[in-house]
């Protein structure tokens, strides 16, 4: 049984069809890419996933179960994390915070606990900062941690997204665009972030422009084109395909 | 809002009419931290506030005056009566973009007001609700001013350690991060139409109580209570003594509050002294006054 399992998904926008009954099947420990030239109805797609958009017709299944149409609190406890294809963070939380809040609804529903700061929240609190820490550790934003995360640069932005993604430890991981616009040494530091995370066993679903990283990570590539998946492989069967080599050069 | 009798040595001749100014502080610092909730830490303006108060007044005049309730009861009923309020209009409300909830929520406090206006047989209207009793809690009955000035500052006082109690820790963050950006609270797994409507309900509830207090007060409630020039009061208090912050509201507070009365002393140039002074604040602490403490503290 795929980790996720995605049939016949359709969006449409005012007669656009930005996403064609698309099907993907995505196992457990796979880091998979999407492709496609602009406006292929990538992030379109993420956005289904996640539950920001309903789709029109199709169906999500994450872990065997029927998810379609859940709204995007429920998948993400459900165990699904993404990042934003334009840089998101909470720029008056501080960084740490920024952190700390992306596992605290995995957590505890009790208002009143909440309300009363009970000894077993501050403790899960205590693991909670020591968990940020370490990741914030990882990503070389450690020294920021007490700043409000409006301040940081967008390269330094776009680091704490993603370690405020990895949380809550999400099974599957939906990554937009992560080496968009920045720099090369972060571009490398993205790919190694990502080979990590792959090599400790979590599943990784890609939106990326950047070919490099693209053909260099990934283990399967699927490819869209105006809302249709017009392929599916190996980056090295993806390179040669003359449909992709089409759709983005054209004939 | 120092102790009555300190403030009693200091000014004196004066003391009831302090010991009134100070009451009222109380009184909306406590709306104002209820009200605050909404606009300074989910980040939704809505402008209903005057109706949830209005509720939760009417309710406790009434039930004092026509069903003889006791005060606990009256207040007790007059918190719910807000709250369950903000429950109903808050589902339709908060469905609405930001810049319609103002509107939304603007025609809920107005239509509130008309409704308590012209409701004669229930509310009645302009007649005014009177002879409203002074409180009795347990026995001990509420009637003088230092008594009343007490029993605002345990209001305030509960008020306050609620206020801390939700904007900080889980709550607090849970808030900030709807407020801050809110799909990307959505990917962290908060439902934000869920903490919107505890910020705004809880609010209302309090703003019911504070209500209740002021109709027990004044013993006399008429309609013109609740009308739009206590938003824009609230307002005032909020965004120059500093959205999201206790210290800066309590500051707002005692300031517009105390210093329409202090003026007096001047009455030619009292509007005059008022308009520059707010001025004053919003050209050189356009974050609020809150803003100039926390400037000096370290980064």
């Not at chain 2, 001047?266 to 520059?276: F, M």
């Amino acid at each position: 049984m795929a980790l996720l399992e995605i049939r016949a998904l359709t969006k449409r926008f005012l007669g656009v069809t930005a996403v064609d009954a698309v099907s993907l099947a995505i196992e457990r420990g796979e880091l998979v890419s999407l492709i496609g030239p602009n406006g292929s109805g990538k992030t379109t797609l993420f956005n289904c996933i996640t539950g920001y958009l309903p789709s029109d017709a199709g169906t999500i299944a994450f872990r065997g179960a029927d998810v379609t149409g859940a709204p995007p609190h429920r998948m993400s406890r459900l165990g699904i994390g993404r990042t934003f294809q334009l840089v998101s963070v909470f720029p008056r939380l501080t960084v740490l915070e920024n952190l700390l809040v992306f596992l605290q609804q995995h957590q505890e529903e009790s208002f009143f606990g909440r309300l009363v700061r009970s000894p077993r929240l501050r403790r899960l609190e205590t693991a909670a900062v020591e968990r940020a820490r370490s990741l914030l550790a990882l990503v070389g934003l450690g020294e920021r941690e007490g700043m409000p995360a409006g301040n940081l640069s967008y390269g330094q932005r776009k680091l704490l997204a993603f370690a405020a993604a990895l949380m809550p430890d999400p099974e599957l991981i939906l990554l937009d665009e992560p080496a968009a616009a920045v720099n090369p040494t972060m571009i490398n530091q993205m790919k190694d972030h990502i080979r990590m995370l792959h090599a400790q066993g979590k599943t990784i679903l890609l939106v990326e422009h950047n070919m490099e990283v693209v053909m260099d990570i990934s283990q399967r590539i699927v490819v869209l084109d105006h809302g249709q998946k017009i392929a599916e492989g190996t980056p090295e069967a993806i390179r040669r395909n003359p449909d992709v080599i089409e759709a983005y050069f054209g004939r | 809002m120092g102790l009555p009798w300190i403030v009693a040595a200091a000014f004196p001749g004066q003391q009831r009419y302090l010991l009134h100014i100070l009451v009222f502080t109380g009184l909306f610092a406590s709306l104002a931290l209820s009200y605050d909730l909404v606009v300074g830490h989910v980040g939704s303006l809505s402008l209903a506030h005057p109706a949830f108060f209005g509720i939760g007044a009417y309710a406790a005049a009434l039930l004092a005056t026509e069903a003889k309730w006791p005060f606990v009861a009256g207040l007790a009923a007059a918190v719910l009566a807000a709250g369950a309020a903000a429950l109903l209009i808050g589902v339709p409300v908060f469905r609405l973009a930001e810049h319609s909830l103002a509107i939304g929520t603007l025609g809920f406090a107005m239509v509130t007001h008309i409704v308590i206006l012209n409701w004669v047989d229930f509310t009645r209207g302009p007649l005014c609700v009177t002879s409203i009793p002074r409180p009795s809690i347990a026995g001990l009955a509420i009637t003088t001013l230092p008594a009343y000035y007490w029993l605002t500052l345990a209001a305030f006082a509960v008020a306050a350690v609620l206020y801390r109690a939700l904007t900080t820790f889980r709550l607090g963050r849970a808030f900030h991060a709807v407020r801050d950006n809110e799909p990307l609270a959505q990917a962290a797994g908060i439902n934000p139409l869920k903490y919107r409507m505890m910020a705004f309900s809880i609010g209302a509830a309090v703003a019911g109580g504070v209500g209740a207090l002021y109709a027990h007060y004044l013993t006399v409630l008429c309609p013109e209570e609740l009308t739009i020039s206590l938003t824009v009061t609230l307002l005032v208090i909020l965004f120059l003594g500093g959205v999201g912050s206790l210290r800066g509201i309590v500051i707002g507070a005692v300031l517009f509050t105390a210093l329409p009365e202090v003026l007096r002393v001047a009455p030619t140039w009292r509007l005059v002294i008022y308009g520059s002074l707010l001025l004053a604040i919003v050209i050189r602490a356009p974050e609020g006054l809150d803003a100039l403490f926390r400037r000096r503290a370290p980064r």
